[in-house]
């Protein structure tokens, strides 16, 4: 019997190894992230979740945060051709939605990488730009209504859209409030799935007042 | 059981936790450097390099160097990959030493990274962004266009500022030689009924295209029947959302609605537009003396249906024109011509794409258009009263014309996916035109059955270098005779978003209905083009340098005999620069055209620069709009040096040139503003336009009386045209509602 629960505590530690060899990588792409100060700090650590993504094979969130940790590295260099930047987000991002079909995060970041690409040339590029992150934050509600980052990622587009199309700060405000209202009681799938916005809604909501 | 099968001693279990550890922890770390540089010998930055199926990696630095530490041992492979490029692996042997791996990457041929071909042709929408010049946006936003897609596409290089008739006038070439063409057939009366002297606007509303081709020359084999341009259109798909559209404004009226289906699968809708300028005119006063207002009626109706895989869309438009006016008779000064004009015009369109799967596409069109003028003309008095003054000269102005002119037409192409994104294409069209008109009782009827084939393929050979080449075989039973026609080009990528151009190709055109009522003794007219052309775009930025030469046999002859003795050439070059990255929020586009162009055809005696070619043409096109009052603010500038005037005398059996010169320049600012706003729960908009801000005076040529002693100057009806409108739209998504509802 002792033999069997020295054996057992080996495998368990083999196991819990394995396990937090994955859980060690996506926290050190978080920790990258946090501490990246230059946009290709940030590539860095979009890399590093291909990496980890590629390794790991079955897993979608490695690839979400690289296509994330990329999208974000195209707004720190300002320079930053930002299609170029949206080709490798988006092929990032279509990794992992063959791992993970219609999930409200996915399409919250596809949102995200079309509004990037519609900055470039906001009036004529809002017929399709505009129109492909409406389609994706209306299949973000779909896949989950409760996802606050969804409002969030809405009042962000409302705020910049005049008020005579219906956006502006009230328009805004409400969508950030309710983004606020659901991450009260938001909790993520596990400690890698994503779980970033509050802040930003809150920083955004206070723009409002 | 395995398990229990094994004796455990402390010392072993030392010894696996110890094993268990190091390949958590990691034991000695191994450096592996290396270059990604693709296969020409470029550097590649940001290639991401990795230990296959480890985390151990890197990226490549702006010098295309990389290095990482791993403690991978043994045989391994490293990865290199990066967007559009093929992934490449190499195998190594990590030992205690450093290692050093050579990447070379081999670009995917990709339709986002491919050249296109772009001799002779401007891309309006963004269909593909590396040929975007102009959006449909564009056509709203132009000062002074009003909204009329010609407008807009005379302010490119290539086309002239012609004002005293409509059409587009490219490189030369005159007006019945720039065809139209909405999803893929042919638009047989793209323009309203013509006045003499007076351009008429276009008929289709820019919102209808996603995007326009203007072509200046070297034109895809599966257009035909143009020796100087194509204007290729497209029209949307289905629309983004239900809508409701109201209109008001100083010259017209509108209604209309367009209902997009609950599964997003289909729509239709309709617009109704009135038209009638006597509030206008009786505000601005115009030149001529009008008996009978300016108004025209006009209803659209269409439906679109998502195919399994494609999609069917049917337009249908009916127009009704009705005007008359009164000018100055140019022989008797006591006496004027009243002119009246009824025109109805019926277009069709139906078209079908489909992917058929396997690399297969199809394309379908059918097309179904009536146009029917009445046309008066008499000689009146000072009183309105019709005279005969017994003058030959004057008294054959007075006339009466019936036109008929109908086109049904049925085209459609193939195209299969060949290696990689080549493609082929190929396909027929047959054209069955029936054109009839009666001059004062004097009735003629042409019938035309007209065929052509053509066939082309897209060679992508790298990302670097592309070829079109095509042929296109017609066949016109009105005259009897066939054509072919070869057309071909290459592109070739220079780097930094550089890319040069050459095309060649043949055009036919079959003489105007005009000179085929006096006789079908006729032979194809034909052009060539040749054209250099080199391109260098960025998302904000676009700048094109073109240079041409055209020859042109074979053209219409009406004196002495007619018959296909006419030629001609035209050679120039073109420039033009858009840019909405300099100035934050400011978008501007300049462009230039110089052209040499000699024609002998018509009743030209000799080789002469024909009435509607200009040497010099500039336009320069400044927008911006100001987000804190919703307000867009644009200009047009116009520019182009004077154009030639004749007065052609039939003298002892020989046309002369009785009198020559060239007209003044030609200036024009135009100016508009949109203002953005709502109106209870409607979107709005608040446009006001004015044509020729500065009221310079524009002269498009002269007429001469029967003796040549007077000649008239051809000027606008109006020096300047003022325009205020609010159009309106009340946008039903029920997806937004439902959405909004849930807060």
Redo the contacts between chains.
């Keep these: 019997m002792k033999h069997l629960f020295v054996i057992l505590s080996i495998l368990f530690t083999g196991m819990a190894a394995a396990q937090s060899k994955y859980e060690a990588g996506i926290q050190k792409g978080f920790e990258q992230m946090k501490t990246a100060k230059t946009a290709e700090d940030m590539t860095a650590a979009s890399a590093l979740f291909e990496r980890i993504g590629d390794a790991e094979k079955d897993k979608w969130l490695p690839y979400y945060y690289a296509s994330y940790a990329n999208y974000i590295s195209g707004w720190m260099n300002p320079k930053a051709d930002k299609d170029k930047v949206a080709e490798k987000s988006k092929d990032l991002l279509g990794k992992a939605e063959a791992l993970e079909t219609n999930n409200s995060e996915l399409h919250c970041l596809r949102q995200m990488i079309a509004i990037q690409q519609l900055t470039v040339d906001p009036m004529s590029r809002y017929q399709t730009y505009g129109a492909e992150a409406e389609k994706a934050l209306q299949n973000a509600a779909k896949a989950d209504p409760n996802n606050p980052r969804i409002y969030y990622l809405r009042g962000q587009t409302l705020m910049n859209t005049p008020e005579a199309f219906g956006g502006g700060k009230a328009a805004a405000k409400k969508q950030f409030e309710k983004s606020l209202e659901l991450f009260k009681t938001f909790q993520p799938a596990s400690a890698l799935h994503p779980n970033w916005g509050k802040e930003d809604a809150e920083k955004s909501l206070t723009a409002c007042q | 059981m395995f ?2 099968s ?3 001693t402390m010392k072993e ?1 030392t010894i ?2 110890l094993a ?1 550890l190091s ?2 922890l990691g034991n000695a770390q191994v450096r592996i450097t290396g270059t990604v540089k693709d296969t020409r010998g470029h550097i590649i930055i ?1 290639a ?1 390099v ?1 230990v ?8 490549s ?1 702006s010098t295309g160097r990389f290095s990482f530490k791993t403690t991978e041992k043994g045989q391994q492979v490293i ?1 290199a990959a990066n ?2 490029y093929k992934t490449v692996e190499i195998p190594v042997t990590i030992g205690a030493d450093s290692v050093s791996v050579a990447f070379s990457l081999k670009e995917e041929i990709s339709e ?1 990274k491919a050249v296109t071909v772009t001799a002779g042709s401007f891309e309006a929408g ?1 269909r593909k ?1 590396a040929a ?1 010049v102009l ?1 449909s ?2 056509v709203y936003t132009t000062g002074g266009a009003n909204a009329d897609i010609t407008a807009v596409v005379k302010t490119l290089p290539g086309a002239q500022q012609v004002g005293e008739q409509e059409g587009l006038f490219v490189r030369g070439g005159a007006g019945y030689e720039a065809k139209q063409f909405i999803d893929g057939t042919l638009v047989n009366n793209p323009f309203s009924a013509s006045v003499p002297d007076i351009a008429s606007r276009g008929r289709f509303a820019p919102s209808l295209f996603k995007g326009t081709i203007f072509s200046t020359g070297g034109y895809s084999a599966l257009y035909g029947q143009a020796l100087s341009s194509a204007l290729i259109m497209e029209s949307i798909d289905l629309p ?1 959302r239900s809508e409701i559209t109201a209109s008001i404004s100083s010259v017209f009226l509108g209604l209309g609605m367009q209902q997009l289906s609950k599964d997003k699968k289909a729509s239709w809708g309709g617009n109704y537009g009135y038209t009638n300028l006597l509030p206008y005119f009786s505000i601005v006063k115009q030149k001529p003396d009008y008996f009978a207002m300016p108004q025209f009626h006009s209803a659209d109706a269409n439906f679109r249906i998502k195919t399994k895989s494609g999609i069917v869309k049917y337009y249908t438009t009916f127009s009704n024109m009705d005007l008359g006016l009164r000018r100055p008779n140019i022989d008797d000064p006591t006496l004027k011509n009243a002119f009246g004009l009824n025109n109805s015009n019926w277009y069709n369109n139906l078209s079908w794409r489909e992917s058929l799967g396997r690399g297969w596409k199809m394309n379908m069109g059918i097309g179904f258009s009536t146009d029917r003028n009445g046309i008066t003309q008499q000689i009146q008095d000072a009183s309105d009263k019709t005279v005969v003054t017994g003058l030959n000269w004057i008294d054959s102005a007075n006339f009466r014309l019936y036109t008929q002119s109908d086109l049904s037409q049925v085209k459609l192409v193939l195209d299969k996916r060949i290696s990689g994104i080549s493609v082929i294409r190929f396909g027929g069209e047959y054209q069955y035109f029936y054109s009839k008109s009666r001059y004062n009782g004097y009735q003629t009827l042409l019938v035309d059955h007209f065929k052509s084939l053509f066939a082309e393929a897209d060679l992508y050979i790298t990302n670097d270098l592309a070829a079109k080449a095509g042929v296109r075989f017609e066949h016109s039973s009105l005259i009897n005779k066939m054509n072919m026609a070869p057309r071909i080009s290459l592109a070739y990528k220079t780097g930094n978003g550089g890319q040069m151009s050459i095309a060649y190709g043949g055009f036919y055109q079959k003489p105007e209905n005009s000179y085929l009522y006096a006789t079908r003794n006729f032979g194809y007219t034909k052009a060539t083009h040749y054209i250099v052309n080199y391109i260098k775009n960025t ?2 930025q676009t700048f094109r340098a073109e240079v041409f030469y055209k020859k042109y046999n074979n053209l219409v002859k009406t004196y002495p005999a007619y018959n296909n003795d006419g030629s001609g050439d035209a050679k120039g070059f073109e420039l033009f620069w858009r840019d ?1 990255k300099t100035i934050k929020g400011l ?1 501007y586009w300049l462009s230039y055209s110089w052209l040499d162009t000699r024609r002998n055809f018509l009743n030209y005696p000799q080789s002469l620069q024909p009435t509607f070619a200009a040497n010099h043409t500039a336009s320069l096109v400044v927008k911006k ?1 100001y ?1 804190k009052i ?1 307000t867009g603010f644009n200009f047009t500038y116009s520019f182009a040096t004077g154009r030639p005037y004749y007065n052609m005398r039939l003298n002892a059996g020989k046309y002369e040139i009785a009198d020559q010169g060239k007209t003044i320049n030609y200036n024009n600012l135009g100016f508009s503003f949109n203002y ?3 109106l209870g729960k409607a ?2 908009v608040l446009v006001g336009s004015v044509t020729n801000v500065f009221n310079s005076k524009q002269v498009f040529g002269y007429n001469y009386s029967h003796d040549g002693t007077r000649k008239d100057a051809i000027t606008p009806p109006a020096p300047q045209f003022f325009f205020l409108g609010v159009f309106l739209s009340w946008g039903v998504d029920r ?1 937004q509602d439902a ?1 909004n509802n ?2």
């Design positions: 398990v229990l094994i004796k455990t279990f696996l936790l268990v390949t958590i940001g991401s990795s296959k199926d480890s985390y151990d990696g890197g990226v630095d990865v967007v559009g986002l963004d962004k975007t959006s946006l564009d983004e998302a904000l909405k978008d709009f987000p919703n953005l706003t709502s979107y709005a997806r959405i849930n807060l």
